[in-house]
Nanobody, 116 residues
């Protein structure tokens, strides 16, 4: 029904940047709001950024505001997360999913590791 494929993670030093990609595949449903989530070891999954169509309204968790930017390319069914000024506390597995309502099945995520 709806699938999310995340990519772009990696190992980066503190202060560095990464751009994550999320390809959204849906044969039945249209999703009007996509969120980027992250889950650090031993912690609950949290949403860090979201984007809502058609006006591309964005919102961010305070922990990433000013450092992360969410965007989308509708033609490619892809949502991006540009992450700048990365910190060790940003280390987590990053996922994308709907930003409203019950989440769809989670993808495998992409690991982001920030070294100090």
């Amino acid at each position: 029904q709806v699938q999310f494929v995340e990519s772009g993670g990696g190992l980066v030093q503190a202060g560095g940047s990464l751009r994550l990609s999320c390809v959204v595949s849906s044969t039945t449903f249209s999703i009007n709001a996509i969120g980027w989530y992250r889950q650090a070891p031993g912690k609950e999954r949290e949403m860090v950024a979201a984007i809502r169509t058609p006006m591309d309204i964005t919102n961010y968790d305070d922990s990433v505001k000013g450092r992360f930017t969410i965007s989308r390319d509708g033609a490619k069914n892809t949502v991006y997360l540009q992450m700048n000024s990365l910190r060790p506390e940003d280390t987590a597995v990053y996922y994308c999913n709907t930003a409203v309502g019950r989440p769809w099945a989670w993808g495998q995520g992409t690991q982001v590791t920030v070294s100090s």
